[in-house]
């Protein structure tokens, strides 16, 4: 039976400078989504994961066109079209009250008209106090300071009704808020972040318009996340989280500088749980301690271009060994081990790396360029990504391509689709 290792060297270093970075041995200005030093509740704020702070934003609608073209394995091409409409509130109620709305309807034309209906965020916000913000409905809780992926993200399972986009920013953006209760305290250079997620369905629902509550409140959840500023140099920030049934874990989030244009991560999670192998088959008897963290660096020039490498580890993926038994052994097995993966957006292998790149203004002011590549460390597939935007005032075009690679049972070579070239028209209302 394939099975997942437990720690692994290069995670434990990970670790140890994770808690060394807590702990505030380490040097540099703190880094918290490029804060100012003086804006203490918003840096925060920032590493709580949490979009309560700041003015409201009026309301906003996005219309995108997509056609994508994908080349098939083993031969043969695919056509599809796609349109989508975003739309975002955030409205003052009265005094003290917000109201927050986020919600992407997508239509895609492959066979026949497909619709799917993600409600991503709706809840009230109450601020009784300058110090204190308390939210109920549903919240698109999202932690972590990684780029490509997020070991203390752990609202993220079963969060995603439709892909649009493989880009991790959007991965977390058009995903299923959670229904919780959530309330934050804050003071100068710290906060403190408690929620409780309910259950209030038994399964997921794959109805066009359905709230989908048992895609995100299958269970009982809660999470406490503390962050606090360590004199002028760091703030770290530690998280518990627990769900019923399950063991409690423990997360940590670190930034800081390293001179004057490279921002270094730590972030990671850890406790007692089941290899995803065993969770994908229904396999009794596999919890054990294991851990899962992402670390890496992002360097910036003056000329707008930032250039990111992250290292993944993920203890409850199958090893080596674990993954070619997998991969030689039933089909069936196989097929649910990969969506059991996916549905959690976990790693379906312990070891890969996530290099990425943006350069805004490229050649000319309002072209950006962005790619990334994934790289499974353990069968060397991969999975680079491109995207070349031009913005007007109201309209984005963008022109996408992406590329699976490695061998037909591999991480990425497994992928229905070889290639796809994708061009969309973005209308800003």
Sequence with gaps: MPRAGLFAPPLLLALLVGWLL???????????????????????????????????????????????????????????ERLSLDYRDDMILAAGWRAVVADRLDVDWLAGAQEINTLKQAYVSWQPLPDLLLDAGRVNARQGVALGYNPTDFFKADALRTVDSLDPDSLRDERLGTVMLRGEKLWAGGAFT???????ADAASNGTFSADFGATNRENRWLMALSQ???????????????????????????????????????ASGGRMPNLWAEALDLPGNESLRARASTGLTYSTSNKLSLSLEYEYDGAALSRAGWNAARQGEPENYGRYRNTVADQQELPTQHSVFAYASWQDLVTQHLDLSAFVRLDLVDHSRLPWLEVRYHWSHLDAAMRWQNYLGSPTSDYGASPSRQTWQVLLDYYL
């Excluded at 408690?194 to 209030?200: D, K, N």
Aim: net charge negative; no cysteine.
């Design 22 to 80: 807590a702990l505030g041995t380490l040097g540099g200005a703190t880094a918290a989504a490029a804060v100012p030093e003086d804006d203490d509740d918003a840096a925060a704020l920032s590493l709580a994961g949490t979009s309560s702070a700041g003015a409201p934003k009026s309301a906003s609608l996005m219309v995108e066109a997509a056609l994508t073209e994908a080349q098939q394995t083993p031969g043969g091409y695919e056509s599809e």
């Design 194 to 200: 408690a929620l409780y997620a309910p259950r209030l």
């Design 229 to 267: 500023r360590l004199g002028n140099v760091i703030t770290p920030q530690w998280l518990v989280f627990g769900a019923q049934g399950r063991s409690p874990q423990a997360g940590v989030n670190v930034t800081s500088v390293l001179g004057q244009a490279t921002v270094v991560f730590v972030e």
